[in-house]
């Protein structure tokens, strides 16, 4: 595996290239990254996979200092995937200056995740479309786990007109349903054995829809308090149109739900298609 920490020498090193995939990532690597890895190997001979920890999307009082880092078994699982390339820059290299040129999003960037962390698309949209610029890729792979940075990342590629196909991935889950995340680590036992009722009570939304329940307001208020029973601080439950990612009605299709609540200190997110 070819490691690179700055942008000419990856850019010297990609040029004999006719066809890249790139997964992004900010290292502390689980099953989930790595099942967006095998997806990009599916897709394309060369595979870059990038590991940067982005100031741009942490708000002052989140967890951008005990963040995990874990660059060498970040390393030994990639080799073991047989990635090509390695992009692991530091802040300097990717700021060499202040970032004073920031996207303006759309108004999608403002609600469910953008309601509760003002500014962090910004800081995503920005992060996503330097590292596009500097690889260039063909295609990027992103998970469904983080739906609403997928789908602002699809808009940004399709108004802004950057060529490249944007590749959605299936969220991975735990035994128990559990979405893999990073942050599952701050959990603790207790809270572990709880944390899979975020996806259980979305699942219990999507049967009570397919099941012919539309009303979506009574769903999501039933759904937060029953979480909130369970100890949970809820951030959001609701139910929204896959397409624009806007609140649904009754008679919409093509549905997505959507929740982010805190267990003790630890946020989780999580959402689940719906057909009907």
């Known amino acids: 595996m070819n490691i690179f920490y700055d942008i000419a020498s990856l850019r010297q090193h990609l040029g004999k290239e006719r066809h890249i995939a790139f997964v992004p990532t900010m290292g502390n690597l689980h099953d989930g990254h790595l099942e967006l890895i095998k997806q990009a190997k599916q897709l394309s001979p060369c595979v870059v996979v990038s590991i940067f920890i982005n100031r741009l999307q942490f708000l002052p009082h989140e967890d951008f200092d005990r963040y995990p880092r874990t660059f060498e078994d970040d390393c030994k699982r990639l080799a073991e995937l047989d990635v090509n390339t ?64 997928l789908h602002i990342v699809r808009e940004m590629v399709n108004q802004l007109n950057v060529p490249i196909d944007v590749v959605a991935s299936e969220t991975v889950r735990a035994l128990d349903g559990l979405a893999l995340s990073s942050r599952n680590q701050y959990l603790n036992k207790e809270q572990r054995a709880e944390a899979c009722n975020l996806y259980q009570t979305l699942l219990d939304i999507k049967h009570a829809i397919i099941s012919g329940n539309r009303d979506f307001w009574a769903l999501q208020d039933y759904a937060t308090q029953s979480l909130e029973k369970r100890h949970w601080k809820v951030d959001y439950i609701r139910i929204h149109k896959r397409d624009s990612l806007m609140p649904a009605h009754a008679d919409d299709t093509r549905l997505v739900v959507l929740g982010a609540a805190w267990l003790n200190q630890t946020r989780l997110i999580d959402n689940i298609e719906i057909d009907d």
Do not use: H
């Open 86 to 149: 390695l992009f692991a820059p530091d802040e300097k290299i990717l700021f060499p200056t202040t970032q004073e040129f920031l996207l303006a999003l759309p108004p999608v960037a403002d609600i469910l995740e953008g309601e509760f962390r003002p500014g962090f698309f910004r800081g995503v949209a920005t992060i996503v479309l330097k590292l596009f610029n500097i690889i260039q890729p063909n295609l990027a792979v992103f998970g469904k786990k983080d739906y609403q940075q």
